[in-house]
Nanobody
């Protein structure tokens, strides 16, 4: 069983910054990737950023140059530094982990950017 615990969401003005963190606990064997997705009531859940076991990172085009994903492998933790936030970044952000072919999700954390 794997649990993902997120923190760091909140409210910020346009142009501001927030940092999300996610820690995985439980049976962590052969972690393939950890990352962040986001979802609004109008849209499907979409990939924001992901870091693979190799260190390779993927970003949504809309966040490139503004968001940065990093990790602490020893703590099974990933971070998402979000800078220059825009109103369109408002969403529930979900931590995601792929471990041995299984996908796990955190409970979600709300990010609200006020213009």
């Amino acid at each position: 069983q794997v649990h993902l615990v997120e923190s760091g969401g909140g409210w910020v003005e346009t142009g501001g910054s927030l940092k999300l963190s996610c820690t995985a606990s439980g049976t962590i064997v052969s972690m393939y990737a950890m990352g962040w997705y986001r979802q609004t009531p109008e849209n499907q859940r979409e990939l924001v950023a992901r870091i693979r076991i190799t260190g390779h990172t993927d970003y949504a085009d809309s966040v490139k140059g503004r968001f940065n994903i990093s990790r602490e492998k020893s703590r099974n933790t990933v971070y998402l530094q979000m800078n220059n936030l825009k109103a369109d970044d408002t969403a529930v952000y979900y931590c995601n982990a792929v471990i041995r072919g299984n996908t796990y999700w955190g409970q979600g954390t709300q990010v609200t950017v006020s213009s």
